[in-house]
T-cell receptor, first 115, second 115 residues
Framework: GESVGLHLPTLSVQEGDNSIINCAYS??????FIWYKQESGKGPQFIID???NMDKRQGQRVTVLLNKTVKHLSLQIAATQPGDSAVYFC??????????????WGLGTSLAVNP | NAGVMQNPRHLVRRRGQEARLRCSPM?????VYWYRQLPEEGLKFMVY????????ESGMPKERFSAEFPKEGPSILRIQQVVRGDSAAYFC?????????????FGPGTRLTVT
């Protein structure tokens, strides 16, 4: 769902541990999902995406899991590093026709990696 | 590697003045999106444009805000008679042409401060 001005949830992990960031999306018709990373003072950076016909996708050190039954998305980061410290957002696209590529953004989770 | 470019990076305006924010999409991208972000919040969609067309402006305030993406030149987000509540980071994103992935690539943002 959309941000409503609340303080961001925070996840604190030790360097080297695995991180799991969760996101509940809003629309069961959503067809496409993306995870973005935003460092302080910068624009969001694309991490990984997944389509609704998949339930898992892996990238370099990251895995995205999609559970359409409960409308839940998660991002797993393996061997978390200090450079992973940032705010992570999930976003969804609901237009199956591809004509409207507007993304609906989640609230965001702040990840803090302790050395 | 010319990514999405935005200027100015920082803009200070007094109440009642006009703010013009510019966005040059990545080479080959013909879809542009504008988002607003307040501190500690997620991104709020404002408008989605293709060359010379507004596709979705459902997130734009009804008054004072306008956007364009001309055939030549950057996309412009224009805010007339700014008020303090307009102070925020404004991000532009672009995505490729065609019906491929809808991943959006973001610029560094323009931080607008209204005094």
């Amino acid at each position: 769902g959309e941000s409503v001005g609340l303080h961001l949830p925070t996840l604190s992990v030790q360097e080297g541990d695995n991180s799991i960031i969760n996101c509940a999306y809003s629309n069961s018709a959503s067809d496409y999902f993306i995870w973005y990373k935003q460092e302080s003072g910068k624009g969001p950076q694309f991490i990984i995406d997944i389509r609704s016909n998949m339930d898992k996708r892996q990238g370099q050190r990251v895995t995205v899991l999609l559970n359409k039954t409960v409308k839940h998305l998660s991002l797993q980061i393996a061997a978390t590093q200090p450079g992973d410290s940032a705010v992570y957002f999930c976003a969804e696209n609901i237009d199956r026709t591809g004509n409207n590529r507007k993304l609906i953004w989640g609230l965001g989770t702040s990840l803090a990696v302790n050395p | 590697n010319a990514g999405v470019m935005q200027n100015p990076r920082h803009l200070v305006r007094r109440r009642g003045q006009e703010a013009r924010l510019r966005c040059s999409p990545m080479k080959g991208h013909s879809h542009v999106y504008w988002y607003r972000q307040l501190p500690e919040e997620g991104l709020k969609f404002m408008v989605y444009l293709q060359k010379e067309n507004i596709i979705d402006e459902s997130g734009m305030p009804k008054e004072r805000f306008s956007a364009e993406f001309p055939k030549e030149g950057p996309s412009i987000l224009r805010i007339q008679q700014v008020v303090r509540g307009d102070s925020a980071a404004y991000f532009c994103a672009s995505s490729p042409s065609g019906t491929g992935g809808v991943e959006q690539y973001f610029g560094p943002g323009t931080r607008l401060t209204v005094t």
